[in-house]
């Protein structure tokens, strides 16, 4: 199992960046799959997930600017995110989560080396 994200860098405050995540290993849709933050010393935090279903979830903190997609032929997750602000900020993960459905917070049991989103003026 392979997970590689990408797109992440540096934006400024109400801007957009979109995330891209190719899985490799197994059928990512025949799983939960989700985006989960996390930064040095805190908690990690899961922001966007969609299950084997297509049904998306969203942090409340990012519900209305983010939007979580999967192109299933391509094996692949994105995470398109508008309006960002400064407490958006983190390392970025894409996640298998080995659930069904109601797999926002997780668990995760793969995820990539992730990609760093820095939201600044």
């Known amino acids: 199992v392979q997970i590689v994200e990408s797109g992440g860098g540096l934006v400024q405050p109400g801007g957009s960046l979109r995330l891209s995540c190719v899985a490799s290993?197994?059928?990512?849709?025949?799983?939960?799959m989700g985006w989960f933050r996390q930064d040095p010393g805190k908690e990690r935090q899961g922001v966007a997930s969609i299950d084997k279903y297509g049904s998306t979830s969203y942090s409340e903190y990012v519900k209305g600017r983010f939007t979580i997609s999967r192109d299933n032929a391509k094996n692949t997750l994105y995470l398109q995110m508008n309006s960002l602000k400064p407490e958006d900020t983190a390392m970025y993960y894409c996640a298998r989560i080995p659930r069904l459905t109601n797999c926002l917070a997780g668990p995760w049991d793969y995820w990539g080396q992730g990609t760093q989103v820095t939201v600044s003026s």
């Open positions: 290993g197994f059928r990512s849709s025949s799983y939960c």
